[in-house]
């Protein structure tokens, strides 16, 4: 796979060089080399992320074993789970190390590599879901005075798709103390999908000055738009019956993944539009201590758009009919002009300290943060009428309208951070974490009513030891917490409306061993996980007072992750597994669910990779990529199953040059037996999803090296 300790970077068609992996930002251990970490973090370099053509985070987090889908959307933005908890896109991404808002599709041309942080991420943000934290680290200026780059990129596919790009870079000045890298892209889309076209595109700049030797100025700024038809998912069949207790689920063939079985003439597009940029001071201070401070501002606008499937009838939405055509009701869905604001404020001082004989590597940090939504008055829900899987089409009449009023929403935050890293001895290490965070969070709906307030104060602590056993291997085992602030909302069916709830405090425990041998490197890792469950009651309905939001149990995860990455001439091999025993516990209120396994949460996932160097034609190589995961629950009882599926992508990449210019040519075949399989399966917005996996596809892309 791509997280290896070292990275391929290709100079020319005949000369490969071999480079030492850079520091991994999210870990909050700047400067420690990976393998010297107490934690599970994996990074997907720029390299591999070309070879596998990522146009988005879930092209590259796919790659690893921990990660799989949770109500991934095509044409929305992505949506993942790590160790089976599903990620929050508010909490749990960050950019150049600062909190964004991943509620919208985030372009991947101008990112220089992905970081994810596997485990509890308390130490790293105050509020967060536990186990994964992802960095998106932007392309910089090359650091070599007289290093250009100039790369433009022509790419076709999967399906349609046709990409022109262009990557360019370099310093100037009399000491070439300014650098810059300018990227640009735009893509037509049209996926194998039918009836999903659309368009992207993407401007990003980043510049830095080195200011002297001891101060160093970077900024940059990028801005997105992409719109495009949505797509919804299929779902379950039902048998008709006079209750909801007494129907019958199944889960339906296989289908063909390239339909689109809500598509409308009068569908509109989605859109999403995203400027974002960060400005950081580097400063050097005395006896090798550095200050760094650094700012990021995201602004995100929305027009929410999908033609959605829901369900048989008024009475029976969570699932399609159980007749030969799947019969189904088709809304129009309009949320316009939504808007999102992140801000942050950053500055942290680091260095080291001899006490007692004991170093100290430590870090103080300071962050200020604020999240705002300025939502429409109301989103539109249009009954179009009724249609089926099979033939599509519009019957029955259509409904009226709905209305439904929004909510706002103003988070603001101040965080105190120490870390320290302790040299117990040459080969016992400490590592400590503490993270004070006070909120400030209120919502208020749009049209005036229903205010919320939330203020505490919260702390999480993190602590490891590693021990090096030999110069080779490295054992470690951490302890760490994560949180998450809820209140009810402000609702007239809650009988609680408008409280917060106690902190959602999840817990990990995380036994490892690293080695790193000459040309293989091996990762273990054990992990006991616990994240408390919020219940809204089993008689909820829209009745005044029906339903009490409520802590009711934990999900109790507990897992084995391994690794490995070797080089054996020719070859290069890579790999993850996961497996992973996951469950409801100690619930009171939905006691039925105690001991069983959570909705799309599969049991084992298998990613696996081989590539091959052609020693008879230079700089020609071809890869396998492997993708396995085990069944999982379809619905809370565990009565229906997905099936577990295998996909095997094959790719040739050929390094050469045309008229004296270096290229870069892929051609690649992803799901090559063309297997139809039902990729996920979630549950969301009361109602049973199946998504299709991707049938066979191609992808083409050529690079110049100007």
Same mark, same amino acid.
């Given at each position: 796979?791509?997280?290896?300790?070292?990275?391929?970077?290709?100079?020319?068609?005949?000369?490969?060089?071999?480079?030492?992996?850079?520091?991994?930002?999210?870990?909050?251990?700047?400067?420690?080399?990976?393998?010297?970490? !107490?934690?599970?973090?994996?990074?997907?370099?720029?390299?591999?992320?070309?070879?596998?053509?990522?146009?988005?985070?879930?092209?590259?987090?796919?790659?690893?074993?921990?990660?799989?889908?949770?109500?991934?959307?095509?044409?929305?933005?992505?949506?993942?789970?790590?160790?089976?908890?599903?990620?929050?896109?508010?909490?749990?991404?960050?950019?150049?190390?600062?909190? #964004?808002?991943?509620?919208? #599709?985030?372009?991947?041309?101008?990112?220089?590599?992905?970081?994810?942080?596997?485990?509890?991420?308390?130490?790293?943000?105050?509020?967060?879901?536990?186990?994964?934290?992802?960095?998106?680290?932007?392309?910089?200026?090359?650091?070599?005075?007289?290093?250009?780059?100039?790369?433009?990129?022509?790419?076709?596919?999967?399906?349609?798709?046709?990409?022109?790009?262009?990557?360019?870079?370099?310093?100037?000045?009399?000491?070439?103390?300014?650098?810059?890298?300018?990227?640009?892209?735009?893509?037509?889309?049209?996926?194998?999908?039918?009836?999903?076209?659309?368009?992207?595109?993407?401007?990003?700049?980043?510049?830095?000055?080195?200011?002297?030797?001891? &101060?160093?100025?970077?900024?940059?700024?990028?801005?997105?738009? %992409?719109?495009?038809?949505?797509?919804?998912?299929?779902?379950?069949?039902?048998?008709?019956?006079?209750?909801?207790?007494?129907?019958? =689920?199944?889960?339906?063939?296989?289908?063909?993944?390239?339909?689109?079985?809500?598509?409308?003439?009068?569908?509109? !597009?989605?859109?999403?539009?995203?400027?974002?940029?960060?400005?950081?001071?580097?400063?050097?201070?005395?006896?090798?201590?550095?200050?760094?401070?650094?700012?990021?501002?995201?602004?995100?606008?929305?027009?929410?758009?999908?033609?959605?499937?829901?369900?048989? &009838?008024?009475? /029976?939405?969570?699932?399609?009919?159980?007749?030969?055509?799947?019969?189904?009701? #088709?809304?129009?869905?309009?949320?316009?002009?939504?808007? @999102?604001?992140?801000?942050?404020?950053?500055?942290?001082?680091?260095?080291?300290?001899?006490?007692?004989?004991?170093?100290?590597?430590?870090?103080?940090? *300071?962050?200020?943060? @604020?999240?705002?939504?300025?939502?429409?008055?109301?989103?539109?829900?249009?009954?179009?009428?009724?249609?089926?899987? #099979?033939?599509?089409?519009?019957?029955?009449?259509?409904?009226?309208?709905?209305?439904?009023?929004?909510?706002?929403?103003?988070?603001?935050?101040?965080?105190?951070?120490?870390?320290?890293?302790?040299?117990?001895?040459?080969?016992?290490?400490?590592?400590?974490?503490?993270?004070?965070?006070?909120?400030?969070?209120?919502?208020?709906?749009?049209?005036?009513?229903?205010?919320?307030?939330?203020?505490?104060?919260?702390?999480?602590?993190?602590?490891?030891?590693?021990?090096?056993?030999?110069?080779? %291997?490295?054992?470690?085992?951490?302890?760490?917490?994560?949180?998450?602030?809820?209140?009810?909302?402000?609702?007239?069916?809650?009988?609680?409306?408008?409280?917060?709830?106690?902190?959602?405090?999840?817990? /990990?425990?995380?036994?490892?061993?690293?080695?790193? =041998?000459?040309?293989?490197?091996?990762?273990?890792?054990?992990?006991?996980?616990?994240?408390?469950?919020?219940?809204?009651?089993?008689?909820?309905?829209?009745?005044?007072?029906?339903?009490?939001?409520?802590?009711?149990?934990?999900?109790?995860?507990?897992?084995?992750? =391994?690794?490995?990455?070797?080089?054996?001439?020719?070859?290069?091999?890579?790999?993850?597994?996961?497996? *992973?025993?996951?469950?409801?516990?100690?619930?009171?209120?939905?006691?039925?669910?105690?001991?069983?396994?959570?909705?799309?949460?599969?049991?084992?996932?298998?990613?696996?990779?081989?590539?091959?160097?052609?020693?008879?034609?230079?700089? $020609?190589?071809?890869?396998?990529?492997?993708?396995?995961?085990?069944?999982?629950?379809?619905?809370?009882?565990?009565? $229906?199953? =997905?099936?577990?599926?295998?996909?095997?992508?094959?790719?040739?990449?050929?390094?050469?040059?045309?008229?004296?210019?270096?290229?870069?040519?892929?051609?690649?075949?992803?799901?090559?037996?063309?297997? %139809?399989?039902?990729?996920?399966?979630?549950?969301?917005?009361?109602?049973?999803?199946?998504?299709?996996?991707?049938?066979?596809? *191609?992808?083409?892309?050529?690079?110049? %090296?100007?």
């Amino acid at each position: 796979m791509s997280a290896t300790s070292t990275a391929w970077a290709q100079n020319n068609a005949t000369e490969i060089t071999i480079t030492a992996a850079p520091s991994i930002r999210v870990s909050g251990f700047e400067g420690v080399p990976l393998q010297a970490l !107490p934690i599970s973090v994996v990074a997907f370099d720029n390299a591999t992320l070309r070879d596998i053509g990522a146009q988005r985070i879930t092209d590259a987090l796919r790659l690893d074993a921990s990660v799989s889908d949770s109500y991934n959307l095509p044409a929305y933005w992505d949506k993942l789970s790590v160790r089976g908890y599903a990620l929050d896109n508010r909490y749990n991404f960050r950019r150049e190390d600062l909190p #964004i808002s991943a509620e919208t #599709i985030i372009a991947m041309d101008n990112k220089e590599r992905i970081e994810l942080l596997k485990g509890t991420s308390g130490m790293q943000s105050g509020t967060s879901a536990p186990c994964g934290l992802v960095n998106y680290v932007v392309k910089r200026a090359p650091g070599a005075p007289d290093k250009t780059i100039r790369d433009v990129t022509l790419s076709h596919g999967p399906g349609n798709n046709r990409l022109v790009a262009a990557d360019l870079g370099g310093r100037f000045g009399e000491r070439a103390d300014f650098g810059y890298r300018f990227n640009v892209a735009h893509e037509d889309l049209d996926p194998y999908i039918r009836h999903t076209t659309g368009e992207r595109s993407l401007v990003a700049l980043a510049m830095d000055w080195r200011i002297n030797s001891n &101060n160093h100025l970077e900024w940059e700024i990028e801005q997105s738009h %992409h719109a495009q038809i949505g797509v919804n998912f299929h779902s379950l069949l039902a048998s008709d019956g006079p209750s909801q207790a007494n129907r019958t =689920l199944t889960l339906p063939a296989t289908v063909d993944g390239t339909r689109n079985i809500t598509r409308q003439p009068g569908s509109l !597009p989605g859109v999403f539009d995203g400027l974002t940029s960060t400005l950081r001071l580097k400063h050097q201070l005395a006896n090798g201590w550095l200050w760094n401070t650094q700012y990021g501002m995201q602004r995100l606008r929305t027009d929410d758009r999908l033609i959605y499937a829901s369900g048989c &009838n008024d009475a /029976q939405k969570d699932s399609f009919c159980l007749s030969p055509k799947g019969d189904f009701q #088709i809304h129009d869905y309009r949320s316009e002009n939504e808007r @999102r604001t992140t801000e942050a404020l950053q500055t942290d001082v680091r260095g080291t300290l001899v006490l007692g004989g004991i170093e100290h590597n430590l870090k103080l940090g *300071l962050m200020r943060q @604020r999240y705002t939504t300025h939502m429409p008055i109301t989103t539109a829900d249009t009954l179009l009428g009724s249609t089926n899987a #099979i033939q599509g089409g519009l019957s029955g009449a259509a409904g009226a309208t709905q209305h439904w009023l929004n909510t706002n929403n103003s988070d603001t935050s101040t965080e105190v951070s120490l870390n320290d890293h302790v040299r117990l001895s040459a080969r016992t290490h400490a590592w400590l974490g503490l993270r004070h965070t006070q909120l400030n969070r209120q919502s208020l709906q749009t049209d005036g009513q229903n205010a919320v307030k939330d203020a505490r104060g919260i702390s999480t602590p993190w602590l490891a030891v590693t021990q090096q056993l030999t110069d080779r %291997h490295t054992l470690y085992a951490s302890y760490g917490q994560g949180l998450e602030a809820q209140a009810t909302p402000s609702q007239n069916n809650f009988s609680n409306a408008g409280l917060p709830l106690p902190a959602l405090r999840s817990t /990990q425990r995380e036994l490892g061993l690293k080695s790193q =041998l000459e040309r293989t490197s091996l990762q273990a890792a054990w992990f006991d996980s616990t994240r408390p469950v919020i219940t809204d009651g089993l008689a909820c309905t829209n009745a005044m007072g029906s339903c009490t939001r409520q802590i009711d149990g934990q999900a109790h995860h507990q897992g084995l992750e =391994l690794s490995a990455q070797t080089t054996l001439n020719p070859w290069r091999f890579g790999g993850s597994a996961m497996w *992973l025993s996951a469950k409801r516990e100690n619930a009171v209120v939905e006691a039925s669910t105690n001991g069983q396994r959570p909705i799309n949460v599969p049991d084992f996932i298998l990613r696996g990779m081989a590539e091959y160097r052609h020693a008879n034609i230079v700089g $020609l190589r071809s890869a396998l990529r492997l993708s396995h995961e085990g069944q999982r629950s379809v619905t809370e009882n565990g009565s $229906l199953t =997905l099936p577990a599926w295998t996909t095997l992508d094959a790719s040739t990449h050929y390094d050469t040059k045309l008229n004296n210019v270096a290229s870069s040519w892929t051609l690649a075949i992803h799901n090559v037996a063309n297997k %139809h399989y039902w990729r996920e399966s979630p549950k969301a917005y009361g109602q049973y999803f199946l998504y299709a996996g991707a049938p066979r596809t *191609l992808r083409a892309t050529v690079v110049f %090296h100007l």
